[in-house]
């Protein structure tokens, strides 16, 4: 009687789990980074991005690999932003192909200024995402700062592109050492502007270069000691204030 009385109940089983298991699953990797907003991918394109303006030759492919790596930086913002993927993957990847095979069909003064107005679109459009995808947090941890330094590099190559844009238009050397300058170059000159450290070996040339590195030098360093230094400050006190005492 017992022993049937013991078969009869019903057998309690183990309540599975509602939360993921914490193991590794292939992508649980990039889920997690998407999910927290991590930049650490588009610091990545940046750096490679970065590589490519100062060690490419000036040639046409050259650009063109800008081209593609801006579209695909902008891609991976809105990724990281939770801003959507796929879609605007396609269009961006898309737009980056016909302009880098316009680029390396022609490669004409006017088409080069063009796409590197282009590039400073991507470029602007990448910072804006990043703008957002930081706000979008509502809090100050390690995705946000790294957002940060992220426009802050991005701020450099902004306009490392525009004044490659300026000197593929206009007429005359954008420089007044005579000559417009290899890609290197201006990467070197916009950095060295944005830090205001002032060497002098290069010097815009016209009223508009002039203009253009005056803003580069201001709004970098307002943005440095401005927007970076307030998240890093405000969290490192939010981490003094989860230490126990």
């Known amino acids: 009687m017992f022993t049937s009385a013991w078969m009869s109940a019903p057998q309690e089983r183990p309540e599975a789990s509602s939360s993921p298991r914490r193991g590794w699953r292939p992508g649980s990797r990039v889920a997690r980074l998407h999910a927290n907003h991590s930049y650490a991918f588009v610091l990545i394109l940046i750096a490679a991005l970065f590589l490519v303006l100062i060690a490419a030759p000036q040639e046409s492919w050259a650009l063109s690999v800008v081209v593609l790596l801006g579209s695909a930086l902008l891609a991976v913002a809105l990724w990281a932003s939770g801003l959507g993927f796929a879609g605007r993957t396609v269009a961006l990847l898309v737009i980056g192909g016909i302009a880098a095979s316009v680029q390396l069909a022609s490669g004409g003064a006017t088409v080069t200024g063009l796409v590197w107005l282009l590039d400073v679109a991507l470029v602007a459009g990448t910072m804006v995402v990043i703008a957002f995808g930081v706000f979008d947090q509502r ?64 010097t815009a040339a016209t009223s508009l270069g002039r203009s253009l590195a005056i803003t580069e030098s201001l ?27």
């Open 219 to 245: 709004l970098g360093q307002l943005y440095l000691v401005t927007v970076v230094a307030l998240l890093v400050g405000h969290f490192g006190e939010r981490k003094r204030e989860r230490e126990p005492a």
């Open 139 to 202: 809090e100050i941890n390690r995705q946000s700062i790294s957002g940060a330094i992220c426009i802050y590099l991005l701020l450099g190559i902004l306009y490392t592109f525009v004044y490659g844009a300026v000197a593929a238009l206009q007429s005359g050397p954008f420089f007044a050492q005579g000559t417009d300058g290899t890609t290197a170059v201006r990467v070197y000159f916009s950095y060295v502007t944005m830090a205001t450290v002032g060497y002098g070996d290069y």
